[in-house]
């Protein structure tokens, strides 16, 4: 009998904790707002909320489009079971359950609708309502790139709510940290690199302390440096909240909901929309602004980006496609859900998934910090990549992974690595590239832990692009061709246009080839000294070549170079002259000619036979395809016969040239002539 009446009594209790359990389930009695009850009792907001000292600096707050680990949703559920079946496909969603029997409720409800319960997790903890967001922890990584929690008195007075980020750190096992300033996570977003923004109420909510000081708490616990603090555009709500209107999709990138013209809103959010359009953004230009449309106020910015996915609230509206496409647009390579509400706990304009859904940030964070080469740069220069790898696993990254990947013109990627040079700094270099080159790169790094990361998060899918353009003295083109004949006859134009801020004298031209007889035909300036002026001015000059007309011309050049004196220095033009167009110059009574190098192509050493008719001063020089002299071989008095020359494949430091095609130049008496040799890798 006593057996009976032990089981009678578990049979109540378990009746009794699942009917405790299913009570909860539909809306809660809780709203968004507070309700007229909590009104009576805000005194009670952060009563006995305790402020720790902050993270060591320097501190970095995690951005939601930080890499996460996890979501954060609570039961009874806001949210659709479809979104933690989609969620769960990634990262482990956390449920806060009030018990095991409440757990094990929602292990059901999971199985039946097919999450995938190896990605869920469950924090056993008394909560008062499903708005994670708002109560749910920030993150920070510190100075030891340890990622901790950041806490503040959530601005509703909820207690069981807000305890639950102290719970989630406990959870995982990392620090907390308190921060007296009340407010709710909806009314907060940052970008991960110091730029944070919330509306007024945040002022409204802390009235015994300054703007300043709140500014100042907020660099403190979170390194923000720039806390830009708004007025709501919603001016028809009484949430205030951010998320409501705006919403940070990247460091540079920021949406602001749109509506009808004669909407009360319209002004207020233009308004909105031009002063974030007008703030420079932490990659240093100002925000590229997107627009979704919201006609029936419609929380299409109360979304939630979890790694490389978008979560939309889709209200059933003609309006729902469109708000895609618009993040879409914004975020190429991000994919973008939408989820309709349930019916008992529908998405409202001023409460809907961002509300309702907090991320997880990654514990072993792998982050690269890079502030991107934007904009225009200059043509003449290579391309300096400067970024901070930050490994929060604590494990070495893997020293060949830093790596640039970059494309030109729409063309392949190609790649070139980073060097550590100082703790966690790594740097390389893009090559510079030709004025109007169009640049995308994007970064990427791994460490030991197995973690990959890239800048920016997606990679290739939207990487960062500049464009070059000549920001100095600069002769266009810097090589005159002289092919055939008729380029003889017609001459070939280069112009030497000034990009700099300043005025240049334009003093000297050289009128005459050094060894090839070319000459200056005519210039588009009648006297010199000439003042070039800044911004693009330019001066034409046209060479010309005095040749007879030659048929079938070749393909092997020589070459000579004009110079042409600046107030900024000298400047050069190559010139190159089809060999054919010169045999007919070509003096035979020259003390001397060259023989044909064997072997030829080479890729160790060649020999050059050199053929003196009489006692004359001889220089033999190597010359790359451009005409740039890189090395000279012999230069001295030779007597009459023939002498033997033997290169390497090296510069006039010793270096090994790569494979090609390069011209030998034999100069005697003023007179040129032009081998073609072809070195092997």
Request: aromatic content about 10%; hydrophobic content about 35%; overall charge negative.
């Amino acid at each position: 009998m006593k057996h009976v009446y032990i089981t009678l009594i578990l049979v109540l209790l378990m009746a009794t904790a699942m009917s405790q359990d299913n009570s909860q389930i539909g809306r809660p009695a809780l709203q968004h707002e507070m309700t007229p009850d909590e009104l009576l009792r805000k005194g009670e907001i952060g009563r006995g909320f305790v402020e720790t000292n902050p993270p060591v600096a320097p501190v970095r707050n995690v951005a939601e489009f930080d890499r996460m680990q996890g979501a954060l949703v609570r039961y009874p559920f806001g949210i659709p079971i479809s979104l933690i079946k989609e969620m769960a496909t990634d990262v482990t969603v956390t449920t806060i359950v009030s018990s095991i029997t409440q757990k094990n409720a929602v292990l059901s409800q999971y199985v039946a609708n097919g999450v995938d319960t190896s990605h869920c997790d469950f924090l056993i903890a008394p909560s008062d309502s499903y708005w994670t967001r708002d109560y749910g922890p920030w993150f920070e990584s510190d100075s030891a790139n340890q990622i901790g929690i950041v806490d503040f008195p959530y601005n509703r007075p909820r207690p069981n709510d807000d305890e639950i980020p102290k719970k989630v750190a406990e959870m995982l096992g990392i620090p907390w940290y308190g921060m007296n300033i009340i407010t709710a996570g909806g009314n907060y977003m940052t970008d991960g690199y110091g730029i944070s923004s919330s509306t007024n109420l945040v002022w409204v909510e802390n009235p015994t302390q300054t703007h300043e000081q709140i500014a100042q708490k907020m660099n403190d616990y979170l390194g923000i440096t720039n806390f830009q603090v708004v007025p709501d555009p919603n001016i028809s709500t009484g949430i205030d909240h951010i998320d409501c209107w705006g919403k940070f999709l990247a460091p540079d990138k920021m949406l602001i909901r749109k509506v009808l013209t004669n909407d009360p809103e319209y002004t207020a959010l233009e308004s909105a929309a031009t002063y974030w359009a007008s703030q420079t953004c932490s990659y240093g230009y100002n925000y590229k602004i997107y627009r979704v449309m919201t006609p029936q106020d419609q929380p299409y910015s109360n979304s939630v980006i979890l790694n490389n996915k978008v979560l939309l609230p889709f209200m059933n509206s003609a309006w729902d496609d469109s708000a895609k496409a618009v993040y879409e647009a914004a975020m190429p390579g991000y994919q973008v859900i939408g989820f309709l509400g349930n019916p008992s706990t529908p998405w409202i304009s001023t409460d809907a998934l961002h509300c309702r859904v907090m991320g997880v940030a990654d514990i072993g964070l792998l982050h690269l910090k890079h502030i991107p080469v934007s904009g225009n740069q200059p043509c003449e220069t290579d391309y300096t990549i400067n970024t901070d790898i930050i490994a929060s696993s604590q494990q070495p990254v893997i020293a060949d992974s830093a790596i640039i990947h970059y494309q030109v013109n729409g063309g392949p990627y190609n790649t070139t690595l980073m060097v550590n040079t100082t703790s966690n700094h790594y740097t390389g270099m893009i090559p510079k590239q030709p004025a109007g080159s169009v640049i995308k790169y994007y970064l990427t790094a791994a460490d030991q832990s197995g973690r990959h990361a890239s800048a920016p998060f997606i990679g290739a899918a939207d990487p960062f692009t500049f464009q070059t353009v000549y920001t100095n003295l600069a002769a266009v083109p810097d090589t005159l061709w002289f092919i055939e004949p008729i380029d003889c006859l017609n001459g070939k134009i280069t112009q030497l246009h000034n990009y700099t801020p300043n005025g240049i004298s334009l003093d000297t031209v050289q009128q005459f080839g050094y060894f090839l007889p070319w000459y200056v035909d005519s210039m588009s300036v009648t006297s010199i000294p000439h003042l070039v002026n800044p911004g693009g001015d330019s001066v034409a000059i046209r060479v010309k070549m005095p040749l007879p007309l030659l048929s079938n011309p070749a393909v092997v050049y020589v070459t000579d170079s004009l110079r042409i004196s600046t107030t900024a220095g000298n400047f050069y033009v190559i010139i190159m002259i089809n060999q054919d167009l010169l045999t007919s110059v070509i003096d035979p009574a020259s003390p001397g000619n060259i023989g044909c190098n064997y072997p030829n192509p080479f890729s160790s050493v060649t020999s050059i036979p050199l053929e003196i008719t009489h006692r004359s001063h001889v220089t033999l020089d190597i010359l790359d395809i451009r005409g740039v002299k890189v090395k000279t071989l012999v230069s001295g008095v030779f007597g009459p016969g023939i002498a033997t020359i033997n290169w390497n494949g090296t510069d006039s430091h010793g270096n090994k040239l790569p494979g090609g095609i390069y011209l030998c130049r034999m100069i005697s008496e003023n007179k040129a002539e032009t081998k073609r040799l072809i070195l092997t890798e």
